[in-house]
T-cell receptor, first 110, second 113 residues
Framework: KNEVEQSPQNLTAQEGEFITINCSYS?????LHWLQQHPGGGIVSLFM???GKKKHGRLIATINIQEKHSSLHITASHPRDSAVYIC????????????FGKGTRLSVIA | DGGITQSPKYLFRKEGQNVTLSCEQN?????MYWYRQDPGQGLRLIYY???????QKGDIAEGYSVSREKKESFPLTVTSAQKNPTAFYLC????????????FGQGTRLTVV
């Protein structure tokens, strides 16, 4: 079982829909990142969370440390939001400090 | 502004040649990492370094080598022993291995022909 699990793997939405991407992890962490990767492009860091909630424009990220779960929400989705969204955790113990989920591929259709 | 820089963004090499990917950071971070991503797959750890002159193998280190002679630099060499080198390579860094925000390079897309 992967230490970081994301769901869903693939998501198709109509423009304007509210989108939620989930990330669950099974290890102790000091922080969690949400990243965005456009097709053929590099990786952009959207948020770093260690507790609570952060908002940037139409993006909202939350984390529940006790439940080992984080969500990324996109309000009023737009075709330009189409990308792969990746959850990454910084572990506070173990051999591999930084561990990534496999990503959620989002397609927003106009 | 501080940041982490990978170069080049796209790289083409002939089969059998070694190639070195550059990763530089001016954030004064101790920890640096190299990951590989294959189409439709997640990022997998190749090597990481927690401090200068020290590095550890990750899950898929075979066919790769690294050095950490300076705090700012963590170059990755893809050797001819790597069976399937065509992939997207990502460099990252963090203040320490266990704490602090991680920063990510833009990635290098390597194609071996």
């Amino acid at each position: 079982k992967n230490e970081v699990e994301q769901s869903p793997q693939n998501l198709t939405a109509q423009e304007g829909e509210f989108i939620t991407i989930n990330c669950s992890y099974s290890v102790g962490i000091s922080a969690l990142h949400w990243l965005q990767q456009h097709p053929g492009g590099g990786i952009v860091s959207l948020f770093m969370l260690s507790s609570g909630k952060k908002k940037h424009g139409r993006l909202i990220a939350t984390i529940n440390i006790q439940e080992k779960h984080s969500s990324l929400h996109i309000t009023a989705s737009h075709p330009r939001d189409s990308a792969v969204y990746i959850c990454a955790v910084i572990r506070n113990s173990g051999n591999t400090p930084l561990v990534f989920g496999k990503g959620t591929r989002l397609s927003v259709i106009a | 502004d501080g940041g982490i820089t990978q170069s080049p963004k796209y790289l083409f090499r002939k089969e059998g040649q070694n190639v070195t990917l550059s990763c530089e950071q001016n954030l004064n971070h101790d920890a640096m990492y190299w990951y590989r991503q294959d189409p439709g797959q997640g990022l997998r750890l190749i090597y990481y370094s927690q401090i200068v002159n020290d590095f550890q193998k990750g899950d898929i280190a075979e066919g790769y080598s690294v050095s950490r002679e300076k705090k700012e630099s963590f170059p990755l060499t893809v050797t001819s022993a790597q069976k399937n080198p065509t992939a997207f390579y990502l460099c990252a860094s963090s203040i320490t291995p266990r704490q602090g925000q991680a920063f990510f390079g833009q990635g290098t897309r390597l194609t071996v022909v």
